[in-house]
T-cell receptor
Framework: AQKVTQAQTEISVVEKEDVTLDCVYE???????LFWYKQPPSGELVFLIR????DEQNEISGRYSWNFQKSTSSFNFTITASQVVDSAVYFC??????????????WGAGTKLIIKP | DAMVIQNPRYQVTQFGKPVTLSCSQT?????MYWYQQKSSQAPKLLFH???????NEADTPDNFQSRRPNTSFCFLDIRSPGLGDAAMYLC????????????FGPGTRLTVL
């Protein structure tokens, strides 16, 4: 069955520290997509990245980077030199090409990230 | 900028009093979604439309209805809100079904008194 696990419920770090948010997924499909969304206290879900299952290259966007490893079914997210504005709940999600899940995104439970000044 | 807009941002209603939430999009996407989210849980899909084709999730209560009169607008009607319906309601759009990225609006936070 399809599943996304974000084992870290809450992480708290001091500003300027690096922090990694873990995401582990389960799927039967060979073609699938993985996403990360950020939800700040205002409530809007902000799209961060979409990665397909055939592209295992790591992605870097400013202070954000993503490490996709099919061998361990993981798609981890690292924030370098964290800032207070990074405080939010971060969701990892899975979308399958064959759509056994009836077009739904399969969401992780989210990780609440607190950056202390 | 192309975007997903939700109105109102905050809605207060009384127990049992019907309420309508609205969503509009300028992205010209085919698919629109309504999600319910409680207390930083993951969003829960209520409905989705591909153009005007409506899809209701099996566990969406009958108390929730939706309308999509045209490509740009979508409405969520809660016919008789209960205390358990207090939540954040998120609208999202995507170009197509499946693996396309969903873009979310700012949400409407519903309070039921």
């Amino acid at each position: 069955a399809q599943k996304v696990t974000q084992a870290q419920t809450e992480i708290s770090v001091v500003e300027k520290e690096d922090v990694t948010l873990d995401c582990v997924y389960e799927t039967r499909d060979t073609t699938y997509y993985l996403f990360w969304y950020k939800q700040p206290p205002s409530g809007e879900l902000v799209f961060l990245i979409r990665r397909n299952s055939f592209d295992e290259q790591n992605e870097i966007s400013g202070r954000y980077s993503w490490n996709f490893q099919k061998s361990t079914s993981s798609f981890n997210f690292t924030i370098t030199a964290s800032q207070v504005v990074d405080s939010a709940v971060y969701f990892c999600a899975l979308s399958e090409y064959e759509m056994d899940s009836n077009y739904q995104l399969i969401w992780g439970a989210g990780t609440k990230l607190i950056i202390k000044p | 900028d192309a975007m997903v807009i939700q109105n109102p941002r905050y809605q207060v209603t009384q127990f049992g009093k019907p309420v309508t939430l609205s969503c509009s999009q300028t992205l010209n996407h085919n698919v629109m979604y309504w999600y319910q989210q409680k207390s930083s849980q993951a969003p829960k899909l209520l409905f989705h439309y591909y153009d005007k084709d409506f899809n209701n999730e099996a566990d969406t209560p009958d108390n929730f209805q939706s309308r999509r009169p045209n490509t740009s607008f979508c409405f969520l009607d809660i016919r008789s809100p209960g205390l358990g319906d207090a939540a954040m309601y998120l609208c999202a759009t995507s170009r197509d079904y499946g693996t396309d990225t969903q873009y979310f609006g700012p949400g409407t936070r519903l309070t039921v008194l």
